[in-house]
């Protein structure tokens, strides 16, 4: 595996822990084989608004806004930045989440994410001084159910999400995956335990050009 390779870990609310495990993993490994390695995270809406963004002042001198968006877009062109200076030092860089999980949270929520301009947003959020957009060179998807999405969180989803929602997420998901490039995407079937699928996220690693 070549040097400074952007790896994305995505899933839907409630995979949370699963995907810190996996990570956790696929980290230890890739130091064991001497791959320098950089770790970050990058949350979503949904996300920020679990870590309690939307309680946040939303006013300013020309109204309101979202917090919790505004929240996101920041930690991603913060996340971006790093990200672009370990890779230009030849690390492999892990995230967890990244553009796809705000595709996703948007649609979610009903925007459009094209027609209210949250790709242009996002798009400014991982460019720096006129580079192109950083985009991950894999995105592994760890496919838990909603059901156990559902009893992972428990009381976290009170008032935000229900297990209905966690199914549309599920499936914005799919339907966003099946748009990346060839060679860019693994979905993972998630048994609930990272030991279990990360022999596979290892082999789509190791198999990146």
């Known amino acids: 595996m070549k040097p400074g390779k952007f790896v994305v870990f995505e899933g839907i609310y ?3 822990r699963l995907v810190v495990a996996l990570v956790d993993k696929v980290r230890a490994a890739l130091a064991a084989e001497g791959v320098e390695v950089y770790e970050l995270d990058s949350p979503d809406s949904g996300r920020a608004q679990l870590m309690g963004a939307s309680g ?7 109204g309101r806004f979202e917090a919790d968006f505004f929240f996101e877009l920041a930690s991603r062109a913060r ?17 967890k989440s990244f553009t796809l999980s ?3 949270y948007a ?4 925007r459009d994410w094209f027609r209210e301009d949250l790709n242009v947003l996002e798009a400014r959020a991982r460019g720096m001084l006129g580079a192109a957009p950083l985009t991950p060179d894999l995105t592994v998807f760890v496919d838990l159910s909603p059901e156990a999405a559902v009893r992972e969180l428990g009381d976290k989803l009170k008032g935000l999400f229900t297990l209905e929602d966690l199914k549309k997420q599920r499936a914005a998901y799919l339907e966003e995956l099946e748009r990346l490039p060839a060679g860019t995407m ?6 609930e335990t990272a030991d279990a699928i990360f022999p596979e996220a290892m082999a789509a690693i190791r198999g990146l050009k």
Request: aromatic share 4%; with cysteine.
């Open 14 to 16: 409630g995979a949370g």
């Open 56 to 62: 946040l002042d939303g006013s300013w001198r020309y």
């Open 79 to 95: 996340v971006s930045a790093v990200a672009r200076e370990k890779l230009g030092a030849g690390k492999t860089v892990l995230c």
């Open 102 to 104: 705000s595709v996703v």
């Open 107 to 110: 649609g979610l929520k009903g």
């Open 186 to 191: 693994k979905r993972l079937h998630a048994a």
